[in-house]
């Protein structure tokens, strides 16, 4: 491309008067064939528009550009071309700048040139991850028509300042990134000869428009006409840096303020940053900055607090063994929760009767013993609180030595510091407790599984009594086979699922989700099931999603499946306008038995407890993450014997998970490692 543009110069300084002969009439070039500097435009005499500042990194200064005035950070072409109203047929954009990491899916504008009456970009460019677009108007083609020219493996975001080079001429376009070989390409549409510019603008780092805005550094915009300025940038040993026009308070060694007159611009340098531990914040360290290098987070000292500016969301990365919980007996549940001011405690239900269940403490990092709770088969507890009250339910599955069968309900003395026997219900194999408050009322949900072989039986949901202090018969509710109940709420409705796992002759049953309407839990959907033993609730942005962990398939009048275990559990989705869930996706498991939703930084994930794969207990769990339109995608094999219940936790050392075995005396913790 060089040749021709040579040949081009040559003839245009061969031509008397600076212009030469076309179709029978004198064109006049617009701009001198001078370097325009369009960052100079938007700040002339050194004054900043609103949504600009200057930082310096590394040595060099550069604007940063804010979303909130996409017009104030504009002006008009003609400024620039000043002879006449069109863009150079032939020219260079030369840019410094220096990228912030840009998520996937999204573009940056690094420049626009746009018409007042057009929504349309004349000329433009902006930046995705790993790839650049010069986008440009052909007139000439018949009702307009835009081009993108893409530079694909252009990767900017790396933290430097880089200096680009773009050459266009007719079809050919040339990138040069800090003078390393170009790239070229050849589009079937040229540049225009004839680009129109009467009455556009040019728009520093967005495309009049807030979404889009370039969210890095810009130190250097220059466009030069009818020139490759390749060999004029690519001649300094700094070619990384190298300039043709850089605004002056941009420039090395800034303005000195006419006499006592301060600063007409913000620019940072000399900033102290400390690294390490926490330190103080004083007025001493006020306008300091320090770096948490564990959380990867920037604070600054406001005089007294250390005020967040920039903290990098985690992701996880792996998960690791942290503690190996010996527990009572085998364990069917786990529950999870923090007293205030006193600690974070795990509750276990266990299976063998003596010594009962268990509860652990959060101590100096692991769960130690706490209390042993004499209990009966215990299934799950259920951690809640009425007022000021502290409560937790245990669902017994068995009858007591005297042959009574009964769930308990304890109540946490603060006097002995433990939990205490508070009120007996009569249960029939109870295997889960929900706890909820509707309008301003407390309940509590018990699943009864069945009574002797009997499985078709009713569930309870019990109403506090604030008189009495005690919790009384409000509704009951047919269930077949029941092991879980989740509530929850979307919008001002309240809503109860029943995962039902077993009708006396089949596990393909029907499970129900009910609504509260009028005082009482009404039938709102019913979703076909196979030995549902979990419904897991949870959001992903505005999306509602509810999933079902089926733990097998069976039916006494149909052939034996080749295996009963390996069966899909699914996710659904609340669809608004038909007022239902609809099925999302549909996850190979084996035998599940629960589901736990959990986030990391910006990542969402599942994980499922897988217990029995036909063959043996020794089964791997999954976590499955979030991919958007790809739906969960496994991305964590967790081994684990038995699963049966999972339960995530934080606290101020990092985030953990934890699982139950139903077929070993051992449960364990595992922390999430994240980056």
Known sequence: MSAPLLLWVILLRWASGGGFIRGGRTWQHCTDLRPLDILSEVVPAGALAR????????????????????????????????????????????????????????????????????????VGLRYAPDKLHFLFWSQERAGG???????????LSDGQWHTLVLAVSGQSFSLTVDCSIPKDVVVETPFPASLSVRRASFYLGNRRRRKGV????????????????????????????????VPTV???????????????????????????????????????????TSRRGLYLCNGSTWVSMLEVKHRLDYVEEYQNLVTNSETMGIE??????????????????????????????????????RTYQAQSWKYFTIGKKIFLAVANFEQNERGQEFSVIYKWSRRKAKFITYQRITTHSAR????????????????????????????VIYRWNPRTGLFETNQTIPTSGAYDWEFFTIGPYSFLAVANTFNGTSTKIYSHIYIWLSGSFQLFQSILTF????????????????????????DSGMPAPSNFYAINS?????????????????????????????????????????????????????????????????????????????????????????????????????KLKTT
């Open 51 to 122: 949504g600009m500042r200057v930082f310096q990194v590394q040595g060099l200064r550069g604007f940063q550009l804010a979303a909130s005035r996409p017009r104030a950070l504009g002006f008009p072409a003609s400024r620039l071309f000043i002879h006449c109203d069109r863009f150079p047929e032939e020219f260079s954009i030369i840019v410094t700048l220096r990228v912030l990491g840009v998520p996937a899916k999204r573009n940056e504008y690094i420049f626009t040139l746009m018409a007042e009456e057009s929504p349309g970009v004349l």
């Open 531 to 554: 030995g549902a033993a979990d419904w897991e609730v949870f959001h992903i942005g505005d999306r509602v999603f509810l999933a079902v962990a089926n733990s097998h398939s069976y």
């Open 145 to 155: 028509w835009q081009t993108r020219v893409t530079f694909p493996n252009v990767s």
């Open 336 to 373: 999870v929760f923090t007293i205030p001011k006193v600690g974070l405690f795990a509750a276990t239900a266990n299976r063998v009767t003596p010594p009962g269940s268990a509860i652990y403490k959060w101590t100096d990092g692991k769960f130690v013993p706490y209390q042993n709770i």
């Open 432 to 459: 889960d407790w929900e706890a909820f408050v509707i309008e301003g009322e407390a309940f509590l949900a018990v699943v009864n599984h069945r009574e002797g072989n009997n499985h078709n039986i009713d569930s």
């Open 570 to 670: 699914s996710i659904y989705e609340l669809n608004i306008t038909a007022q239902m869930f609809v099925k999302f996706q549909d996850l190979l498991t084996y035998s599940a038995l629960d589901w736990e939703f959990f986030s990391v930084g910006d990542d969402s994930f599942l994980v499922v407890a897988n217990s029995f794969d036909g063959f043996t207990f020794s089964v791997n769990s999954i976590i499955y993450r979030w991919q958007g339109y790809e739906g969960f995608v496994a991305a964590h094999h967790l081994p684990t014997v038995g699963c049966r219940d999972w339960e995530v936790f934080h606290t101020a050392e990092g985030s953990y998970l934890l699982y139950s075995s139903a077929k070993e005396p051992l449960s364990k913790v595992l």
């Open 250 to 292: 941009l420039q090395d060694v800034p303005m000195k303020p006419a006499s006592n007159e301060v600063l007409k611009y913000p620019y940072e340098t000399d900033t102290k940053v400390t690294l390490g531990s926490r330190p103080r914040c004083t007025k001493q360290e006020k306008t300091q900055f320090w770096f948490n």
């Open 214 to 245: 370039f969210t890095g550094l810009l130190r250097q915009l220059v466009l030069l006409p009818g020139a490759d300025a390749t060999p004029r940038i690519c001649t300094t040993m700094n070619f990384k840096v190298a300039t043709l026009s």
